[in-house]
Nanobody, 117 residues
């Protein structure tokens, strides 16, 4: 059984910073990529950032220059440092972990990030 435990969400004023963490545990096997998605009310879930086992990163245009994704492979943990936050960053943020065999991906329970003006 695989568990993803997220932490670090909360309230922040525009221009502030938050750091999200997601730790994967259980029979996760070999992780190929970890990432963060977000979903605002009435909108589809969208990729924020991802990082492969080789360290390659990918960011949504809205996150470039403001957010940084990193991982600690030894701890199966992924982080998302969010700086210069905007009101439009308000959403539920979900951790995503992928591997090369079925089941091929897992989701965290979500952590709410609210940015006030």
């Amino acid at each position: 059984q695989v568990q993803l435990v997220e932490s670090g969400g909360g309230f922040v004023q525009a221009g502030g910073s938050l750091r999200l963490s997601c730790a994967a545990s259980g029979s996760i096997g070999s992780i190929s990529a970890m990432g963060w998605y977000r979903q605002a009310p009435g909108k589809q879930r969208e990729l924020v950032a991802s990082i492969t086992s080789a360290g390659s990163t990918n960011y949504a245009d809205s996150a470039k220059g403001r957010f940084t994704i990193s991982r600690d492979s030894a701890k199966n943990t992924v982080y998302l440092q969010m700086n210069s936050q905007k009101v439009e960053d308000t959403a539920a943020y979900y951790c995503n972990v992928r591997r090369s065999y079925y089941p091929s991906q897992f989701w965290g329970q979500g952590t709410q990030v609210t940015v006030s003006s």
